[in-house]
Protein backbone atom coordinates (compact mmCIF):
# COMPACT_ATOMS: atom_id res chain seq x y z
CA UNK A 1 0.00 0.00 0.00
CA UNK A 2 1.45 3.34 -0.99
CA UNK A 3 0.14 7.15 0.20
CA UNK A 4 -0.16 9.26 -2.22
CA UNK A 5 -0.20 12.74 -0.68
CA UNK A 6 -1.06 16.36 -2.51
CA UNK A 7 0.26 19.84 -1.19
CA UNK A 8 -0.87 23.07 -1.71
CA UNK A 9 -4.45 22.05 -2.67
CA UNK A 10 -6.19 24.88 -0.71
CA UNK A 11 -5.52 28.46 -2.08
CA UNK A 12 -5.67 30.02 1.43
CA UNK A 13 -3.45 27.31 2.71
CA UNK A 14 -0.56 27.94 0.34
CA UNK A 15 -1.03 31.45 0.97
CA UNK A 16 -0.19 30.84 4.86
CA UNK A 17 2.86 28.87 4.10
CA UNK A 18 4.29 31.63 1.38
CA UNK A 19 4.08 29.27 -1.42
CA UNK A 20 2.92 29.82 -4.79
CA UNK A 21 -0.65 28.18 -5.91
CA UNK A 22 0.18 25.36 -8.65
CA UNK A 23 -0.61 25.05 -11.76
CA UNK A 24 -0.29 21.12 -11.43
CA UNK A 25 -1.32 18.79 -8.17
CA UNK A 26 2.01 18.91 -6.17
CA UNK A 27 2.44 15.07 -5.00
CA UNK A 28 4.83 13.11 -2.58
CA UNK A 29 4.48 10.06 -1.12
CA UNK A 30 4.34 8.61 2.27
CA UNK A 31 5.74 4.61 2.63
CA UNK A 32 3.48 1.99 4.08
CA UNK A 33 5.39 2.57 7.64
CA UNK A 34 3.94 6.35 8.14
CA UNK A 35 0.40 4.70 8.25
CA UNK A 36 -1.11 4.55 12.07
CA UNK A 37 -4.28 3.45 12.36
CA UNK A 38 -7.00 4.47 14.34
CA UNK A 39 -6.58 4.11 18.22
CA UNK A 40 -3.06 3.98 18.45
CA UNK A 41 -1.30 7.54 20.24
CA UNK A 42 0.53 9.26 17.66
CA UNK A 43 4.45 9.31 19.12
CA UNK A 44 5.94 12.98 19.03
CA UNK A 45 9.51 11.88 17.06
CA UNK A 46 13.13 13.43 19.28
CA UNK A 47 13.81 14.84 15.57
CA UNK A 48 11.26 17.79 15.34
CA UNK A 49 10.39 20.93 17.98
CA UNK A 50 7.69 21.70 15.77
CA UNK A 51 4.80 19.09 14.42
CA UNK A 52 1.86 20.33 12.55
CA UNK A 53 -1.37 18.27 11.78
CA UNK A 54 -2.59 19.04 8.30
CA UNK A 55 -6.77 18.08 8.45
CA UNK A 56 -7.04 15.93 5.07
CA UNK A 57 -9.90 14.34 3.48
CA UNK A 58 -8.34 10.44 2.06
CA UNK A 59 -9.98 8.47 -0.71
CA UNK A 60 -9.40 4.64 -0.60
CA UNK A 61 -8.51 3.38 -4.24
CA UNK A 62 -10.93 0.66 -4.91
CA UNK A 63 -9.37 -0.65 -8.15
CA UNK A 64 -6.04 -0.98 -9.82
CA UNK A 65 -5.48 1.71 -12.27
CA UNK A 66 -2.85 3.53 -14.42
CA UNK A 67 -3.28 6.66 -17.05
CA UNK A 68 -6.76 7.28 -15.39
CA UNK A 69 -8.96 9.68 -17.48
CA UNK A 70 -10.85 11.98 -15.32
CA UNK A 71 -14.17 11.39 -16.36
CA UNK A 72 -13.92 8.07 -15.29
CA UNK A 73 -11.55 8.82 -12.22
CA UNK A 74 -14.84 8.60 -9.94
CA UNK A 75 -14.90 4.89 -10.49
CA UNK A 76 -11.54 4.15 -8.66
CA UNK A 77 -12.27 5.05 -5.16
CA UNK A 78 -15.02 3.97 -2.85
CA UNK A 79 -14.70 5.73 0.23
CA UNK A 80 -13.72 8.84 2.42
CA UNK A 81 -12.56 9.77 5.47
CA UNK A 82 -10.61 12.38 7.19
CA UNK A 83 -6.73 11.80 7.97
CA UNK A 84 -4.13 13.65 9.51
CA UNK A 85 -0.81 14.23 7.51
CA UNK A 86 1.76 15.01 10.27
CA UNK A 87 4.72 17.29 9.01
CA UNK A 88 8.18 18.17 11.31
CA UNK A 89 7.30 21.83 10.00
CA UNK A 90 11.16 22.71 10.93
CA UNK A 91 12.78 19.81 9.56
CA UNK A 92 10.48 20.62 6.19
CA UNK A 93 11.22 24.04 6.72
CA UNK A 94 14.97 23.42 6.37
CA UNK A 95 14.67 21.18 4.13
CA UNK A 96 12.91 23.39 1.10
CA UNK A 97 15.42 26.17 2.28
CA UNK A 98 18.25 24.01 0.76
CA UNK A 99 16.00 22.79 -2.45
CA UNK A 100 15.65 19.05 -1.45
CA UNK A 101 13.30 16.85 -0.80
CA UNK A 102 10.86 16.77 1.85
CA UNK A 103 10.59 13.26 2.69
CA UNK A 104 11.69 12.79 6.13
CA UNK A 105 9.49 15.42 7.09
CA UNK A 106 6.46 13.91 5.83
CA UNK A 107 7.33 10.29 5.64
CA UNK A 108 8.41 9.38 9.06
CA UNK A 109 6.36 6.28 10.90
CA UNK A 110 2.99 6.99 12.01
CA UNK A 111 2.74 10.30 9.76
CA UNK A 112 -0.42 9.03 8.01
CA UNK A 113 -3.27 9.53 10.09
CA UNK A 114 -6.50 7.54 8.99
CA UNK A 115 -10.01 7.32 9.93
CA UNK A 116 -12.74 4.96 9.70
CA UNK A 117 -13.67 4.93 5.96
CA UNK A 118 -17.05 5.72 5.48
CA UNK A 119 -18.93 4.95 1.37
CA UNK A 120 -18.96 7.14 -0.66
CA UNK A 121 -22.22 6.64 -1.55
CA UNK A 122 -23.39 8.05 1.64
CA UNK A 123 -22.45 11.33 0.91
CA UNK A 124 -24.83 13.18 -1.55
CA UNK A 125 -22.01 15.33 -2.96
CA UNK A 126 -18.34 15.04 -2.62
CA UNK A 127 -17.73 18.68 -4.13
CA UNK A 128 -19.18 19.77 -1.06
CA UNK A 129 -18.25 17.68 1.58
CA UNK A 130 -17.01 19.27 5.34
CA UNK A 131 -14.58 17.93 7.29
CA UNK A 132 -12.52 19.51 10.17
CA UNK A 133 -10.28 18.57 13.49
CA UNK A 134 -10.68 19.20 17.23
CA UNK A 135 -7.85 19.80 19.37
CA UNK A 136 -8.55 19.55 23.00
CA UNK A 137 -12.28 19.15 22.30
CA UNK A 138 -12.14 22.90 20.85
CA UNK A 139 -12.47 23.15 17.11
CA UNK A 140 -9.25 23.98 15.42
CA UNK A 141 -8.91 23.05 11.59
CA UNK A 142 -12.35 22.57 9.61
CA UNK A 143 -12.34 22.63 5.74
CA UNK A 144 -14.81 22.19 2.42
CA UNK A 145 -13.80 20.13 -0.66
CA UNK A 146 -15.57 22.94 -2.64
CA UNK A 147 -12.12 24.78 -1.62
CA UNK A 148 -10.05 22.85 -3.30
CA UNK A 149 -7.46 23.41 -6.07
CA UNK A 150 -7.68 20.04 -7.68
CA UNK A 151 -10.62 18.13 -7.58
CA UNK A 152 -10.14 14.28 -6.87
CA UNK A 153 -10.89 13.73 -10.27
CA UNK A 154 -8.15 15.51 -11.46
CA UNK A 155 -5.80 14.17 -8.17
CA UNK A 156 -6.14 10.63 -9.59
CA UNK A 157 -6.02 11.47 -13.04
CA UNK A 158 -2.74 13.32 -12.21
CA UNK A 159 -1.24 10.93 -9.98
CA UNK A 160 -2.03 7.76 -11.91
CA UNK A 161 0.18 9.05 -15.02
CA UNK A 162 2.97 8.45 -12.60
CA UNK A 163 2.02 5.68 -10.17
CA UNK A 164 -0.13 2.79 -11.24
CA UNK A 165 -2.51 3.35 -8.35
CA UNK A 166 -2.89 0.31 -6.74
CA UNK A 167 -6.74 -1.21 -4.96
CA UNK A 168 -5.99 -0.14 -1.21
CA UNK A 169 -3.69 3.06 -1.54
CA UNK A 170 -5.00 5.95 -0.18
CA UNK A 171 -4.90 9.15 -1.19
CA UNK A 172 -4.46 12.65 1.29
CA UNK A 173 -6.13 15.22 -0.58
CA UNK A 174 -4.58 18.22 1.06
CA UNK A 175 -5.14 20.32 3.60
CA UNK A 176 -7.41 23.96 4.07
CA UNK A 177 -5.66 26.99 6.13
CA UNK A 178 -5.23 26.60 9.50
CA UNK A 179 -2.21 24.35 10.26
CA UNK A 180 -0.87 24.29 13.31
CA UNK A 181 1.30 22.50 16.35
CA UNK A 182 0.47 19.33 18.61
CA UNK A 183 2.15 18.63 22.21
CA UNK A 184 2.20 15.93 24.45
CA UNK A 185 -1.08 14.92 25.57
CA UNK A 186 -3.07 16.79 22.89
CA UNK A 187 -6.23 14.48 22.55
CA UNK A 188 -6.99 14.98 18.65
CA UNK A 189 -10.56 14.34 16.70
CA UNK A 190 -11.63 14.13 13.16
CA UNK A 191 -14.79 14.16 11.72
CA UNK A 192 -16.38 13.57 7.88
CA UNK A 193 -19.61 15.97 8.17
CA UNK A 194 -21.09 14.94 11.61
CA UNK A 195 -19.15 11.36 11.68
CA UNK A 196 -16.61 11.04 13.67
CA UNK A 197 -13.85 9.22 12.42
CA UNK A 198 -10.58 9.24 14.33
CA UNK A 199 -9.86 9.63 17.29
CA UNK A 200 -6.31 9.45 19.17
CA UNK A 201 -4.11 10.87 21.39
CA UNK A 202 -0.30 12.89 21.11
CA UNK A 203 2.86 10.97 23.48
MG1 LIG B 1 -0.73 17.81 3.71
Redesign the pocket.
Known sequence: MKII???RNYAEHAKELKNEIPDAPVIFIKPDTAFKRKKQPFFLPDFSKDMHY?T?IVLRICKNGKNISEAFANNYFDAVTTGI?F?ARDLQQELKKKGWPWEIAKGFDGSACVGDFLPKSQFDDLKNLNFCMYKNKVLTQKGNTGDMIFPFEKIISYASKFFTLLKGDLI?T??PVGVGPVTFNDHIECFVEDESVLEFDVK
Open positions: CVAEEDTFGT
